[in-house]
């Protein structure tokens, strides 16, 4: 009896390990897109967008703060609306302005955006998971949206992820289950910015990683567009769509052809 009993054990054992393994090798090597990407938009030179500074929100960490210092060295004004409690050390050190606006209060997000003549509004407000009531993914970036039309300011890029809108589906299934929740927010938003009547672009990136940049990434008006890029990429393409008027009322997938899994990302 002891001796089925090891065995089954040992079996079981390996059935284990073989799932891993195929968890694994799902995750790392074929959890990607072989969907080649229609309506790739080329790359073009960058116009200002006006002559008023540009307010990005969710500029003080992580892509939004790449795309502050890409504005920077175009030579824009920027100012990035942060908490109270913010560190903003190295928007000062870009020579960044601040101004204080909690995303989840209106009437804070509203003063702000009303703080100066904006040219343009870039928001990359999102959390991955957490307390729905504490979440920027629908409530913050309609307070954006609200203050924009209410102030007059036309231009606005919004960075999103893939699943949400009519990209719906197209995220691997991992990605989609575990970020099931931020997409239906993210969703609302897009479709709040888009009955507003402002200039929109908005932008979806599949998997994000704080790698280096490939240069390769690109635009595409393809929902079923997917693959992994590096946020510095994602900047790069969020700046040139803020610079190009050809990108109003356009929803894209940032597609970087040579990150289509996420072991690409890893495998520099």
Request: proline fraction near 4%.
């Given at each position: 009896m002891?001796?089925?009993?090891?065995?089954?054990?040992?079996?079981?054992?390996?059935?284990?390990v073989a799932l891993v393994l195929v968890v694994v090798a799902y995750v790392f090597w074929l959890s990607g897109s072989s969907h080649e990407p229609t309506n790739i938009r080329p790359a073009t030179a960058y116009t200002s967008p006006g002559e008023g500074p540009i307010l990005v929100f969710g500029g003080n960490r992580a892509t939004g703060l790449e795309i502050v210092r890409r504005l920077r060295e175009r030579g824009e004004p920027v100012t990035v609306a942060v908490r109270a409690s913010s560190d903003i050390r190295e928007l000062q050190a870009l020579g960044v302005a601040t101004v204080v606006a909690d995303a989840l209060d209106a009437e804070q997000v509203r003063a702000a955006v009303a703080s100066a003549p904006y040219?343009?509004?870039?928001s990359t407000l999102g959390t991955t998971r957490g307390d729905q009531a504490r979440r920027p993914d629908y409530v913050g970036n309609r307070n954006v949206v609200d203050a924009a039309v209410a102030a007059g300011v036309k231009r606005f890029v919004f960075i999103t992820v893939i699943g949400a809108g009519e990209?719906?589906?197209t995220a691997p299934f991992p990605a989609s289950r575990f970020l099931a929740e931020v997409i239906a927010l993210k969703t609302r938003a897009e479709d709040h910015l888009k009955a507003s009547g402002l200039d929109y672009t908005i932008i979806r990136p599949?998997?994000?990683?704080?790698?280096?940049?490939?240069?390769?990434?690109?635009?595409?008006?393809?929902?079923?567009?997917?693959?992994?890029?590096?946020?510095?990429?994602?900047?790069?393409?969020?700046?040139?769509?803020?610079?190009?008027?050809?990108?109003?009322?356009?929803?894209?997938?940032?597609?970087?052809?040579?990150r289509k899994v996420i072991w690409d990302m890893y495998n520099d």
């Open positions: 002891l001796k089925w009993l090891g065995r089954i054990l040992k079996i079981t054992g390996y059935a284990v040219s343009a509004i870039v990209s719906a589906g599949g998997g994000l990683g704080d790698v280096g940049a490939t240069g390769t990434a690109v635009l595409a008006e393809d929902p079923q567009a997917f693959s992994y890029i590096s946020r510095k990429d994602l900047a790069d393409l969020a700046v040139q769509a803020l610079g190009d008027p050809s990108t109003i009322g356009k929803a894209y997938s940032a597609y970087d052809p040579s």
